[in-house]
């Protein structure tokens, strides 16, 4: 087989994932085979839910490996779960459901039938329970992976945070140099692997201005030492800059990739200037993650109305 399968777990039963995954392949093609981990009944009656005409192909999984794979039509390996109605509130009814579909997911990576991973939104609160901030911890968890780092990813421009789902008040404590220089060596490296290219990155500070009126500043004690740290060593990185002026168009357009201190730095400018065109990747895992860039938006199930590009994007992306 040419292209390996794109391995897909939608994740949390009750968010939009079905929907907009039904709304790309009724209008897309794509040369790589298509893998579902997932209930056979919950997909079956979200099909009949949105009207869909799509085939099934059941596979048989087992310690061998797959057969029968076919480029045609959706490939299924079903996981037994099923809910009374096609749309339940989230709760942690579904977390062993879930668990079951990212087992064989991995089980299939470990064994290289393929080398790509979707997953759908996962609630953090029910799922993960405070025992990892967010997906991409749980992952390298699982992989025993020590450099995970999360990249939100548009051709024209990628952002990353050092600190990941932290609440604000644990972010300071978090912003260490071989933190930062982690980081900017997972990234360099991802972009020199999938790009065959180094990144010109910058990097912000942590403080407004890059100021403190505190008698400690961590831009001055923690950035510059790591940026100068990351420039001897032939990264092309910059910074620190202020946050609020980095994003500006003619500032932008100078790097591949910007890298901020917590979460919504970073995150909030990216989805205002791309809003769904845009995807999660995971670097530094055996694998290539990549998850559509948005919640399971329960509020809007079944209303047939979520936007399916950052999804489309996501498989794109892995179409190689």
């Known amino acids: 087989m040419k292209f390996k399968p794109i391995i897909i777990v939608p ?3 009750n968010s939009v994932f079905f929907e907009i995954f039904l709304k790309i392949i009724r209008k897309n093609k794509f040369n790589s085979p298509l893998i579902l981990i ?5 997909l079956e009656k979200q ?3 949105f009207k869909s005409n799509i085939k099934i192909n059941e596979l048989e999984y087992s310690k061998k490996g797959l057969a029968e ?3 045609s039509t959706i490939n299924l390996i079903n996981i037994p779960y099923n809910q ?3 749309f339940e509130k989230i709760s942690s009814k579904s977390n062993q459901y879930i668990e079951s579909c990212f087992k064989i997911a991995l089980d299939i990576l470990y064994k290289k039938k393929s080398n790509k991973l979707i997953n759908g939104p996962i609630s953090k609160k029910f799922f993960l329970k405070k025992k990892f901030v967010g997906i991409t911890e749980y992952l ?3 992989t025993k992976s020590k450099h995970e780092t999360m990249i939100i990813y548009n051709k024209l421009l990628s952002v990353s945070p050092i600190t990941t789902h932290l609440p604000l008040k644990n972010v300071v404590k978090n912003i260490k140099k071989n933190e930062v220089i982690k980081k900017i060596k997972t990234i360099s490296s991802f972009w020199t692997t ?3 290219k180094k990144p010109s990155i910058a990097i912000t500070g942590l403080n407004p201005h890059c100021e403190s009126i505190d008698y400690y500043n961590e831009d001055e004690k923690i950035l510059k030492p790591s940026i100068k740290f990351l420039k001897k060593n032939k990264y092309k990185v910059h ?3 202020p946050a609020d002026t980095i994003f500006l168009k003619d500032n932008r357009k100078k790097f591949d990739v910007i890298v901020g201190m917590y979460h919504d730095q970073v995150l909030a400018p990216a989805k205002t200037i791309f809003e769904y065109d845009a995807i999660n990747i995971t670097a530094g895992l055996p694998f290539i993650r990549v998850s559509p860039d948005h919640g399971p938006n329960e509020r809007m199930l079944g209303s047939n109305k979520s936007n399916p590009l950052s999804l489309l994007r996501s498989l794109q992306f892995l179409d190689f």
């Open 47 to 49: 099909i009949k839910f």
């Open 69 to 71: 794979i076919s480029l």
């Open 38 to 42: 997932t209930s056979k009944i919950l």
């Open 140 to 142: 390298a968890n699982k």
């Open 11 to 13: 994740g949390e039963p």
């Open 84 to 86: 009374n109605k096609v």
């Open 194 to 196: 999938m790009f065959k």
């Open 239 to 241: 910074g620190p800059f």
